[in-house]
């Protein structure tokens, strides 16, 4: 196993990484670790899995409200236990700051330490399903760059109370960034600000919201170097594939879709050739990057197998 950074500095390939998302509640992870064993042959170097606020639950039994939060999606961690047991691929889990205080938050950090994780994607987190805005715990942290600060602290040793010889953990962290800026902030340079902040704390690299349109990176890229912002960018990418992700798409990832790649999905007479001239997007896409440099391509998998693994065959063929 190693450090997504190590990766990042040494390998001489271009470098490929997943990210997946756990089941509903109740449902099976056979379909998840089947989807990664057809993408296997691609040797991904890491796989990223999603970690999702819990909402809260108000129940009454015997005339006595209780408050419950509930996780539409546990399994998390013992995703990742799955990844690297049965694939010998690192897994990344995200951590993010809402629902957690920071207690918590580094009695999580202790069960990763312990557990052999040594990469974190760590992040504020959306807010849970119902809450328009994001509101910390008491105690918690409300921006990402907090979270980085205790990741790192506690790669120092330094724990939230004083112990006696404290071991240190061995974290490597990387954050999240948006090309296009994050929805709430009201420009990109204060987005940039924020993101350098992250780094300036202890944030080893980057991985992209998605995009479709390769000057978004290529600007927000230079951008970002410009105050000071030098660890690598991984760009994410999603395959865009069906006439509906045309509006869930930008609805619930606050993106910009191009109209080339608009109108070649509503032009399309089959659903099939709606998927074929999604990922031929993606792909023209994703070429530009590697023309461009980046040092590796991110893919937002989620519930996209087929997709993702079309788009894999298309631009890693005879490149690996």
Not at 34 to 40: A, F, K, R, V, Y
Not at 222 to 235: D, F, L, S, T, Y
Request: hydrophobic fraction near 40%; glycine fraction near 6%.
């Amino acid at each position: 196993m190693a450090k997504v950074i190590d990766w990042l500095k040494q390998n001489d390939k271009l470098m490929f990484s997943l990210e997946i998302t756990p089941p509903d509640r109740g449902k099976s992870v056979d379909d998840i670790l089947s989807s990664i064993e057809t993408m296997m042959p691609f040797d991904p170097q890491f796989i990223n899995v999603t970690y999702h606020q819990p909402h809260v639950v108000y129940e009454e039994k015997a005339g006595v409200i209780s408050r419950r939060p509930r996780r539409k999606k546990p399994g998390t961690v013992g995703i990742c236990s799955a990844i690297r047991n049965r694939f010998r691929v690192e897994p990344v889990p995200h951590l993010i700051c809402g629902g957690f205080d920071h207690f918590e938050t580094e009695d999580a950090l202790i069960d990763l330490n312990f557990l052999g994780i040594e990469n974190i994607l760590a992040l504020r987190g959306d807010p849970p399903p119902g809450q328009p805005r994001y509101i910390p715990e008491k105690n918690g942290h409300q921006y990402a760059w907090q979270l980085v600060e205790q990741i790192a602290q506690l790669n120092r040793g330094q724990y939230i109370d004083e112990l006696e010889d404290p071991f240190p953990t061995n974290f490597c962290i990387g954050v999240a960034a948006y090309p296009e800026k994050h929805f709430e902030s009201p420009n990109l340079e204060k987005d940039l600000f924020y993101l350098k902040k992250k780094v300036d704390m202890g944030a080893e690299y980057i991985i992209t919201q998605m995009f479709y349109d390769f000057r978004q990176y290529r600007t927000f890229v230079e951008k970002a170097r410009a105050i000071g912002i030098q660890v690598p960018i991984i760009p994410g990418l999603k395959p865009l594939v069906s006439k509906k992700q045309i509006t869930t798409i930008p609805s619930s990832f606050h993106v910009n879709i191009p109209a080339e790649l608009v109108a070649s999905i509503e032009e399309a007479r089959s659903r099939e050739q709606e998927f074929a001239n999604g990922v031929r997007f993606l792909a023209r896409l994703a070429e530009q990057l590697i023309d461009y440099g980046v040092p590796g391509i991110h893919v937002f998998s989620m519930g996209q197998g087929r997709a993702a693994k079309a788009f894999l065959e298309t631009v890693f063929a005879g490149k690996r």
